[in-house]
């Protein structure tokens, strides 16, 4: 089981950056694809980004490409997301995220861009906030 601490979050003007950090622990062998979801109020939780620990890519939504870049140190398990422009649609609960891997029809590993429910875990979320 692996535990997932969020941090980083916080209110900027739209335009603005944050560093989200996600802080993992425990057994994280099984759940290689790590990344990070959000959820507005009233909205469904989207995955933003996601990446393979083992080197086997990184996913971005395409609301977020070209402003957001998810990254991993190995040797601390912290996973983190540089978000640069930001917009006031970006304002939502962030989750860190650790899940599974796949494998395509030729045997590579893969991560998909999103998180299945009862097999991923999460963090507790930390709050984005961006104004006008």
């Known amino acids: 089981q692996v535990q997932l601490v969020e941090s980083g979050g916080g209110s900027v003007q739209a335009g603005g950056s944050l560093r989200l950090t996600c802080q993992a622990s425990?057994?994280?062998?099984?759940?290689?694809?790590m990344g990070w979801a959000r959820q507005a109020p009233g909205k469904d939780r989207e995955a933003v980004a996601v990446?393979?620990?083992?080197?086997?890519?990184?996913h971005y939504a395409d609301s977020v490409k070209g402003r957001f870049t998810i990254s991993h140190d190995n040797d601390n398990s912290t996973l983190y997301l540089q978000m640069n422009s930001l917009k006031p649609e970006d304002t939502a609960m962030y989750y860190c995220?650790?899940?599974?891997?796949?494998?395509?029809?030729?045997?590579?590993?893969?991560?998909?861009?999103?998180?299945?429910?009862?097999?991923?875990?999460w963090g507790q979320g930390t709050q984005v906030t961006v104004s006008s």
């Open positions: 425990g057994y994280t062998v099984n759940t290689p694809c």
């Open positions: 990446f393979h620990t083992g080197g086997a890519g990184i």
């Open positions: 995220a650790a899940d599974g891997q796949y494998l395509n029809a030729g045997g590579s590993r893969y991560c998909a861009l999103d998180f299945r429910p009862g097999f991923a875990s």
